[in-house]
């Protein structure tokens, strides 16, 4: 890398990029008329670089601001990714070659060839690879799709001072973006943000090596704060059903048990029991032999809170008398099927 960068610095003085808002192949013939300029970079499907002298490259940025096409001239010293000059290239090749080249143990998206390569594959990290790498087109486009389609990442994780990549990926990503996390936003990144960036992987499922995160004994035992109860509002009973002393409530099992229960009982002159229980069987599907008044709504019919909130909607639309009804104000009659009925009737009596 060191040698790749100190010959780069060599090249003609002369040379700049262009970013343009248009795809590889729509600028296939406009490069045919400007032999000097190449394809440096492939970053999504209408976000292509390119590469070459500066005289060049204002030809070609009038030409595509004639057409209507996005461009931007970008800050850069030289016309990177670009053919090297022999000698430069003589010279990078020896400097490669003194490296052992090899196949990558650990599979990855080359930007160069723009696929996977992994263990398995015929493709050497050699001279000719790192070569191309540094004289051809940054095919990072199509290295994202390799990954996506190898690998399916739910995540990407850029490390670097800047986040240089993640922006591609948002503008280039494939259908589902994954989640694109940082550690390192620039010069004043404290820490933290790497630790935000862990509990984010954590959540997703990651097991982190933690011994490589914290010395041992790190980090110290936090005590939680005790958990503080609400005053502002309480819910109390406040509704009793109709019933004599001679006739305790009971349970559904002791109805059943007793035989009572063998029927839906007739609800001709209660037409608010007759909304309740109609309401009950819309929202949790049960049997006739399940709704009765004396079915608890917790412990009998499993009631949870989203099956409450779809009872209010019930009962609104079965009792519109009653208007929109509060579920804060339905929550304590919700003993029993007989109590919720008895509490409905009160509201009615209001609401004549």
Same mark, same amino acid.
């Given at each position: 890398?060191?040698?790749?960068?100190?010959?780069?610095?060599?090249?003609?003085?002369?040379?700049?990029?262009? #970013?343009?808002?248009?795809?590889?192949?729509?600028?296939?013939?406009?490069?045919?008329?400007?032999?000097?300029?190449?394809?440096?970079? @492939?970053?999504?499907?209408?976000?292509?670089?390119?590469?070459?002298? @500066?005289?060049?490259?204002?030809?070609?940025?009038?030409?595509?601001?004639?057409?209507?096409?996005?461009?931007?001239?970008?800050?850069?010293?030289?016309?990177?990714?670009?053919?090297?000059?022999?000698?430069?290239? *003589?010279?990078?090749?020896? #400097?490669?070659?003194?490296?052992?080249?090899?196949?990558?143990?650990?599979?990855?998206?080359? !930007?160069?060839?723009?696929?996977?390569?992994?263990?398995?594959?015929?493709?050497?990290?050699?001279?000719?690879?790192? !070569?191309?790498?540094?004289?051809?087109?940054?095919?990072?486009?199509? *290295?994202?799709?390799?990954?996506?389609?190898?690998?399916?990442?739910?995540?990407?994780?850029?490390?670097?001072?800047?986040?240089?990549?993640?922006?591609?990926?948002?503008?280039?990503?494939?259908?589902?973006?994954?989640?694109?996390?940082?550690?390192?936003?620039?010069?004043?990144?404290?820490?933290?943000?790497?630790?935000?960036?862990? #509990?984010?992987?954590?959540?997703?499922?990651?097991?982190?090596?933690?011994?490589?995160?914290?010395?041992?004994?790190?980090?110290?035992?936090?005590?939680?704060?005790?958990?503080?109860?609400?005053? #502002?509002?309480?819910?109390?009973?406040?509704?009793?059903?109709?019933?004599?002393?001679?006739?305790?409530?009971?349970? @559904?099992?002791?109805?059943?048990? !007793?035989?009572?229960? !063998?029927?839906?009982?007739?609800?001709?002159?209660?037409?608010?029991?007759?909304?309740?229980?109609?309401?009950?069987? &819309?929202?949790?599907?049960?049997?006739?032999? @399940?709704?009765?008044? &004396?079915?608890?709504?917790?412990?009998?019919?499993?009631?949870?809170?989203?099956?409450?909130?779809?009872?209010?909607?019930?009962?609104?639309?079965?009792?519109?008398?009653?208007?929109?009804?509060?579920?804060?104000?339905?929550?304590?009659?919700?003993?029993?099927?007989?109590?919720?009925?008895?509490?409905?009737?009160?509201? *009615?009596?209001?609401?004549?």
């Amino acid at each position: 890398m060191a040698a790749r960068g100190a010959l780069l610095r060599e090249l003609p003085a002369d040379g700049g990029m262009l #970013a343009v808002g248009a795809g590889r192949e729509s600028l296939a013939e406009l490069l045919a008329t400007e032999p000097e300029v190449a394809l440096g970079a @492939v970053n999504g499907p209408a976000d292509t670089v390119l590469s070459g002298p @500066v005289a060049a490259l204002e030809r070609i940025d009038e030409a595509l601001a004639r057409a209507g096409v996005r461009t931007r001239r970008l800050d850069v010293s030289h016309a990177f990714h670009t053919p090297l000059p022999a000698a430069a290239e *003589a010279r990078f090749r020896a #400097a490669a070659g003194e490296l052992a080249a090899g196949a990558p143990k650990l599979p990855f998206a080359s !930007t160069y060839r723009g696929r996977m390569l992994s263990d398995g594959s015929s493709d050497i990290l050699g001279v000719d690879y790192w !070569t191309g790498q540094a004289a051809g087109p940054v095919l990072f486009s199509d *290295a994202l799709a390799a990954l996506a389609g190898a690998a399916a990442p739910t995540h990407l994780v850029e490390i670097g001072p800047r986040a240089q990549l993640l922006p591609l990926v948002g503008r280039a990503g494939p259908a589902d973006v994954p989640r694109l996390l940082h550690p390192s936003p620039g010069g004043q990144s404290g820490g933290r943000e790497l630790a935000q960036v862990v #509990a984010e992987l954590f959540r997703a499922g990651l097991d982190p090596q933690w011994d490589a995160l914290y010395e041992p004994g790190q980090p110290p035992a936090d005590r939680l704060p005790p958990y503080r109860f609400a005053t #502002a509002r309480r819910y109390w009973a406040r509704w009793e059903p109709v019933r004599t002393p001679a006739e305790p409530e009971r349970t @559904v099992e002791q109805a059943v048990g !007793t035989g009572e229960l !063998t029927e839906r009982p007739d609800t001709s002159d209660d037409p608010v029991l007759a909304a309740v229980l109609d309401a009950i069987v &819309q929202v949790g599907g049960y049997a006739d032999d @399940v709704v009765r008044p &004396q079915a608890r709504f917790y412990e009998d019919l499993a009631f949870d809170s989203v099956m409450i909130v779809q009872l209010k909607v019930q009962l609104e639309a079965r009792l519109p008398a009653l208007g929109e009804l509060s579920v804060s104000h339905l929550l304590p009659a919700l003993r029993s099927i007989d109590s919720l009925a008895q509490c409905l009737r009160e509201l *009615a009596l209001v609401a004549a």
